[in-house]
C-alpha cells in the first residue's frame, strides 16, 4: 500500500512538472506577441518585483539569522523530544523511504489532536513572547521619553543659569562704564577748577 501512495506521489510530480513546463511555454509564447507594447508595464512590474524581493531577502536574512541562533536550536531540541513529533518524523521517514518497509511491522499512528494542541501551545508561547518583547519596547519607550525630557529640562536650566551669569555679566560692566565716566567729569572739573585758579 505504501509503495502504490509513493508510485502515485511520484506520478503526480511528474505530471505537475509537465504541466508547469506547458504553462511556461504558453506564457513565453503570449509574451512574444504581445512584442514591445507591455514594455512600460514589465518595466513597473520589474520595480515592483525588485521591491518585492529586496523585503523577502530583508526578512530571509533575518529568518536565517534566528534559525542559526543557538537559542533557536535549543528550542527545536525541546521541541524534538515531544513523543508525537518523534513519532510523526519516523512516520516521515518511512513514506520517503518505502522500500525500507517491513511488511510484518506496524506503522505507528499519529494521534492528531496531540499534534493540533502543540501548535496551538507553540502560536501561544510565540503570543506570550511578542506580548514580552512589546511590553518591554513600551517601557523602553517610556523611559527614552522620561530622559528627553529630563534632558530637555536640563538644558532649559542650563541655558538660564548662563543667560542670568550674561546679564550679570554686561550689567557690571554697564556700571563700570558709568563709573568711568562719571570719574572722567569729575577729572575734568577737578582739572578747569584748578585751570581757573591758577589764572587769577
Request: proline fraction near 0%.
Amino acid at each position: 500500500m505504501v509503495e502504490t501512495l509513493a508510485n502515485s506521489e511520484f506520478s503526480l510530480s511528474i505530471e505537475d512538472s509537465r504541466t508547469k513546463e506547458v504553462d511556461i511555454k504558453k506564457e513565453t509564447t503570449a509574451n512574444a506577441k504581445s512584442g514591445g507594447s507591455n514594455t512600460q508595464e514589465n518595466k513597473s512590474e520589474n520595480s515592483s518585483n525588485l521591491e518585492d524581493q529586496n523585503k523577502n531577502d530583508i526578512g530571509n536574512d533575518l529568518a536565517s539569522e534566528f534559525v542559526n541562533s543557538a537559542e533557536y536550536q535549543l528550542l527545536k531540541q525541546e521541541m524534538l523530544k515531544q513523543k508525537v513529533l518523534c513519532n510523526l518524523k519516523e512516520s516521515t521517514g518511512i513514506l520517503q523511504n518505502a522500500s525500507a518497509i517491513d511488511v510484518n511491522g506496524k506503522l505507528p499512528k499519529i494521534n492528531w489532536d496531540d499534534i493540533y494542541n502543540m501548535s496551538a501551545n507553540v502560536m501561544e508561547i510565540y503570543t506570550k513572547e511578542v506580548d514580552e518583547l512589546l511590553g518591554e519596547m513600551d517601557k523602553l519607550f517610556k523611559q527614552q521619553f522620561i530622559w528627553q525630557e529630563a534632558a530637555f529640562t536640563t538644558d532649559s536650566h542650563r541655558g538660564a543659569k548662563r543667560m542670568s551669569q550674561v546679564e550679570k555679566w554686561v550689567c557690571d560692566k554697564e556700571n563700570y562704564i558709568e563709573y568711568i565716566e562719571y570719574e572722567f567729569k569729575e577729572s575734568a572739573a577737578t582739572i578747569k577748577n584748578v585751570i581757573e585758579s591758577l589764572s587769577k
